[in-house]
């Protein structure tokens, strides 16, 4: 069992999602950085469906109420076992009430952490991801108890050799595909997309990412159509929302870009003020 | 009729194809009988098909290596009427109670439509609406159908909470909003039926292709029924129709 001290700015469970709901109007959720939590995951030898924790922008702090062993990666937020630093992205062996705690925020924007075989919270509709209208909480509160196998740390043999790349933290080129409505855009805007600087504004969640500056259009509204995470839509008054892993099924705006698998996992780990180009995969 | 459609590849793991850009109930006919083929055709994989007015999005669980020989396997497949199953919509009778208590901008609708209340109730129930699909929010059903004199733009600021189960007009739409939630669209009424279950899997019991009809209750009746529900001792009446 895992015991939350306190819960940090905004903690959650999240795992792969909630594939093959859509039809019912549920977002797939799961990790908003998928690379960093497969790597979290692959460095103790999990599965990649274990469900992890994601951490962001402010770490909690965790007391292990049995052995296992845990891996950290993603942003780098200065984690610390019983007040002494540890590694990420190393195999890190918790014995019985060793308390885990997070520093000040260096690199990135969302750390995860996983556990040995995963997080054992309840699976709601296939998932563990935690989302408002679904799961009892959207985020993880203080004196929660979240439920994991014991593990024999003496059973751990070499140490994991996988080498991470960090690259997700560092780049700022989001790779697009052209989205469904990007050939109606005049081609000054096409043009005005793929080449200024965006800034990431401060209206930024686990659903959507607003981009900055406006891009005035006269795109027309559409009628409600299919969208997915990393569907960029401009509005008609020039917003650019990109959507992210909360983001809902379906949506009315003009889908002008859409981010690759990659991309998604860049802007996941950019703040507010941050800039990024966008580039058009060929 | 046919259509003629346009397929398109999206990301690293999905296909769009859309139909024309109108909201018709053969084409939607159209729309989910291939989405039945799709989903026949990949019941042994981990496919997603959703639909909405005039497209489908098929997601695949893993990324498509070849998008031109798939849009051509999904072409023969659309032309081939013979994986077409019609499956049969249900009749969804939902009870609604327009009392003033959950009504709260009936009042004022009837204002600016110039019509009674009771015209509204009247319009609103006697109607058939078809589920076109589900989005915005789980369990959140996309109806046609409203009488055109009951149209009403959508408010200008969203009201920040909609109470759950609340039945609202905007626009041409009308719908009931499953969670509490911001919404902009003229609330008339109240449903004490959950319309979204996350314990229960599938969680909504209607589906894209079914039909609901409002049925107008007492203060009284809806207290019943949220007694029921309470004690699970409600059912959703339906009856299955033949397409």
Known sequence: ?282 | MEFKLQYSQLNEYSILIEWPVIIDEKMLKNILNFKNAIHKKYSKQKVEVINTYNSILIIYDFNINDATSEFEMLKSLFLDKTNYSESKPHIWEVPVCYDDEFGVDLEHFSNLKKLSISEIIQLHSEAIYTVYFIGFLPGFLYLGGLNSNLFLDRKTAPKLNVKEGSVAIGGQQTGIYPQDSPGGWHIIGNSPIKLFNSNQNPPCNIKAGDKVKFVPISNTGYKHIQLDIMQSEYQLKSIKIDA
């Open chain 1, 1 to 282: 069992m895992l015991k939350v001290l306190k819960s940090g700015f905004y903690t959650s469970i999240q795992d792969k999602g909630r594939f093959g709901q859509r039809n019912y109007g549920v977002p797939v959720s799961g990790v908003m950085d998928s690379y960093s939590s497969q790597f979290a995951n692959a460095i103790i030898g999990n599965s990649k469906e274990a469900a992890v924790i994601e951490i962001t922008m402010t770490g909690p702090s965790l007391q292990f109420l049995k052995p296992t062993i845990i891996a950290i990666s993603g942003a780098n937020i200065q984690p610390q076992l019983n007040n002494v630093d540890v590694e990420m992205n190393l195999c890190i062996s918790i014995k019985a009430n060793d308390i885990l705690s997070f520093g000040r925020l260096k690199t990135g924007f969302r750390a995860y952490l996983a556990v040995k075989d995963g997080f054992q919270s309840p699976l709601v509709l296939g998932s563990r991801s935690m989302y408002k209208a679904i799961t009892i909480d959207n985020r993880i509160q203080g004196g929660d108890i979240i439920e994991y196998e014991s593990y024999d740390v003496n059973n751990q043999s070499a140490n994991a050799t996988i080498k991470c790349i960090n690259e997700i933290i560092e780049l700022s080129t989001l790779e697009v595909y052209k989205g469904p409505e990007f050939n109606k855009l005049a081609d000054d805007k096409q043009k005005q997309l793929l080449e200024i600087t965006f800034k990431v504004s401060k209206l930024n969640s686990r659903m959507a990412y607003q981009l900055e500056p406006i891009i005035e259009n006269n795109l027309e509204q559409i009628l409600t159509a299919p969208v997915l995470p990393g569907t960029l839509q401009l509005t008609p008054s020039g917003q650019l929302i990109v959507l992210m892993r909360d983001c809902q099924t379906t949506g009315g705006y003009p889908r002008v870009l859409q981010l690759t698998e990659k991309s998604i996992n860049i802007l996941s780990q950019k703040t507010t003020g941050s800039n990024l180009k966008i580039r058009l995969k060929v």
